[in-house]
């Protein structure tokens, strides 16, 4: 018995020699030995603790290729786009002005791109409609879209796995110089894990660091409030659904944007294929809103005057319209200082620390 553990502990050893030593010849440089070194998220101190994933932990080596992926044309049919084309840090990582997207061969796609930050909040699926559940799934999806990148996966692959920085980049992330889609969106998602917004003026005044102005003031208690028709607190009702320190819950809504006769995409019920979904979108964060319009899943409004006035105005009533907005379907009949009070109130969510950092910029 003893003489069988012995026995096997030897071929244990022996196999792990000569893995490691396989792995070692694969690498392109071989003077690197493999070891990855933890990254630490720094999360400002009146943000909540960021939801992490257990088996994906950020290194250094791992957001580095993350990185380079992120920007690498390579990544499309023609080599013309990368994830960072129709996401553009100084705009949220949003899409500059756009209101849909344009992919390989100048393809306009169906929808308005989204934001990229505390992305370790989301819970509850990504996209406007939730359809990829985890962070490292979405990351593989623009690739083999048609009106993206339009590339396979295998193609990439085979792309990446022939250029020595690749193997090498590869190699220093998972100890192994093959290329692979896992691999590829493990890294993505920890690259992007690491966009954290948390200092705006908003941050500043909850860690009593700025004050807001009496505009500002007014704007965050009408967002805080609830909205009463009976003459109670006036308040605009936006807390609701753009609740949390991240202004969203991340829970697929239905904001009273068109009646049921005008939904043309059907958001959430294209994946879920529930109609009870039809028309509910996943809730933005409105961190760093003035930087990310044009505004909504298909980018209908083009400045936060006219998202305000479809709040105040404009909500459509439809079978799925949420219950926290039937009470304002009748119009808040805001006074427009009150809309430029909202409209100070979250310009104050801007955070330049976050749209400037070098950290998350194309490395030459
Ligand atoms: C052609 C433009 C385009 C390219 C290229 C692109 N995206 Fe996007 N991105 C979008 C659009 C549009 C959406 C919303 C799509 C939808 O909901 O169907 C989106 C959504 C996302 C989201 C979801 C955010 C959320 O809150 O749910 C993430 C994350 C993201 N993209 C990352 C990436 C990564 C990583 C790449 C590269 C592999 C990439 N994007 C390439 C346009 C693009
Ligand atoms: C019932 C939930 C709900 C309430 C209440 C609500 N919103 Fe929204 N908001 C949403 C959803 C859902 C979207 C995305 C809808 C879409 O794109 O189809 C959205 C989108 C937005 C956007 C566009 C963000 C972007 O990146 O495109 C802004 C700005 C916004 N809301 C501000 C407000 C303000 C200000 C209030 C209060 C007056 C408010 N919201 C109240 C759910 C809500």
């Known amino acids: 018995m003893r003489n069988h553990l012995i026995f096997l502990l030897a071929v244990l ?4 020699i000569v893995l490691v030593s396989c792995s070692k010849d694969e690498a392109t440089s071989p003077t690197n030995e493999f070891e990855t070194r933890p990254y630490t998220l720094v999360m400002p101190s009146n943000m909540p603790a960021p939801i992490l994933p257990q088996d994906n932990p950020l290194t250094y080596e791992g957001i580095a290729l993350g990185k380079a992926l992120f920007f690498e044309k390579m990544m499309s049919k023609d080599g013309t786009v990368s994830c960072g084309s129709c996401h553009n840090q100084g705009n949220a990582f949003t899409d500059n002005d756009k209101k849909f997207s344009e992919g390989i061969e100048g393809k306009i796609g169906d929808r308005n791109s989204m934001p990229i930050f505390n992305m370790f909040y989301h819970t509850k699926g990504f996209f406007w409609d939730g359809r990829a559940k985890l962070l490292r799934d979405q990351s593989l999806g623009p690739i083999e879209n048609p009106l993206e990148m339009g590339e396979t996966l295998e193609n990439v692959m085979n792309k990446l796995q022939a250029e020595s920085k690749y193997r090498n980049l590869f190699y220093k992330a998972f100890g192994d110089s093959t290329v692979s889609s896992l691999k590829m969106s493990l890294a993505m998602e920890q690259f992007m894990l690491t966009f954290v917004s948390g200092n705006s003026k908003f941050d500043k005044v909850e860690r009593s660091e700025a004050q807001f102005t009496m505009s ?18 006036r308040g605009a009702d936006c807390f609701h659904c753009h609740a949390t320190a991240d202004f969203s819950n991340h829970e697929f809504m239905n904001n009273g944007l068109d009646s049921e006769s005008e939904f043309t995409d059907l958001g959430r019920a294209m994946f879920t294929k529930r109609p009870t979904d039809n028309a509910k979108f996943k809730t933005p964060s409105l961190r760093n809103v003035a930087v990310s319009g044009p505004y909504m899943h298909d980018g209908r409004f083009a400045t936060l005057t006219e998202v305000i006035e479809h709040y105040n105005s404009g909500i459509k009533e439809s079978p799925t319209l949420d219950v926290n907005i039937h009470g304002i379907k009748d119009g808040m009949n805001l006074t427009e200082q009150e809309k430029l009070d909202l409209i100070a109130f979250l310009n104050t969510l801007t955070d330049e620390v976050y749209l400037n950092n070098q950290e998350y910029k194309e490395s030459n």
């Open 13 to 16: 050893v022996l196999m792990s």
């Open 216 to 233: 500002e003031l007014r704007g965050k208690e009408l967002f805080f409030t609830e909205f009463e028709t009976s003459g109670g607190a």
